[in-house]
């Protein structure tokens, strides 16, 4: 059974909008989170985190908030650009835990 | 020079094949993973090891072995290949807690 679940597959969003992706999570373990974004014939690469003593991490463009009550995260891209089209995966891991659980991606498209 | 190399990079083999996928890495990280990759499902972890001696299976390590010959190499074996193991592979390294995974740029595996 998946402890990490992103429910829309896909997101299209036009180029200089907010781009918003969502995650959620069942297991009340986990306190890391982090997002990782993935293009075509290229590994992961880690893109931003977040630990459960904060509810909003910011990185330039990216923004990640964290509602432990609800057991949600999301991602914020503020303004979206082409290069941001990829696949983006969010995943969790208790803090005293080396193991990571994987979402099943949101592939992100972003229009000109 | 990538941080976490995989070889091959693309691979194509028939059922019953023994097939060996190859990971080494320049980061230093003492703890090693390989995921597997298929549509919808997201990334998910046949094995992990903590240091050379440390080996543990993951959530999908049926069918799977590893070996890790050294603190910068980790190589994944499929003994007698099935066709349901064609998915994209992926090695990653970790190095602290709290610190995101780094990934390989995955191999490509088909079984005929």
């Known amino acids: 059974d998946q402890q990490v679940k992103q429910n829309s597959p896909s997101l299209s969003v036009q180029e200089g909008r907010i781009s918003i992706l969502n995650c959620d999570y069942t297991?009340?373990?986990?306190?890391?989170f982090l997002w990782y974004k993935k293009y075509p014939a290229e590994g992961p690469t880690f893109l931003i985190s977040?630990?459960?003593?904060?509810d909003k991490n910011e990185d330039g463009r990216f923004t990640v908030f964290l509602n432990k009550s609800a057991k949600h995260l999301s991602l914020h891209i503020v303004p979206s650009q082409p290069g941001d089209s990829a696949v983006y995966f969010c995943?969790?891991?208790?803090?005293?835990?080396?193991?990571?659980?994987f979402g099943a991606g949101t592939t992100v498209t972003v229009r000109a | 020079d990538a941080d976490v190399t995989q070889t091959p990079r693309n691979r194509i083999t028939k059922t019953g094949k023994r097939i060996m996928l190859e990971c080494s890495q320049t980061?230093?990280?003492?703890?090693m993973y390989w995921y597997r990759q298929d549509p919808g499902l997201g990334l998910r972890l046949i094995y992990y090891?903590?240091?050379?001696?440390?080996?543990n299976k993951g959530e999908i390590s049926d069918g799977y072995s590893v070996s890790r010959q050294a603190q910068a190499k980790f190589s994944l074996s499929l003994e007698s290949a099935i066709p349901n193991q064609t998915a994209l592979y992926f090695c990653?390294?970790?190095?602290?807690?709290?610190?995101?995974?780094?990934f390989g740029d995955g191999t490509r595996l088909s079984i005929l």
């Open positions: 977040i630990s459960s003593i904060k």
């Open positions: 995943a969790a891991s208790p803090s005293n835990d080396y193991k990571l659980s």
């Open positions: 990653a390294t970790r190095g602290q807690k709290n610190q995101p995974q780094h």
């Open positions: 297991n009340s373990m986990f306190d890391y």
């Open positions: 980061k230093g990280h003492d703890r």
């Open positions: 090891s903590f240091d050379v001696k440390d080996i």
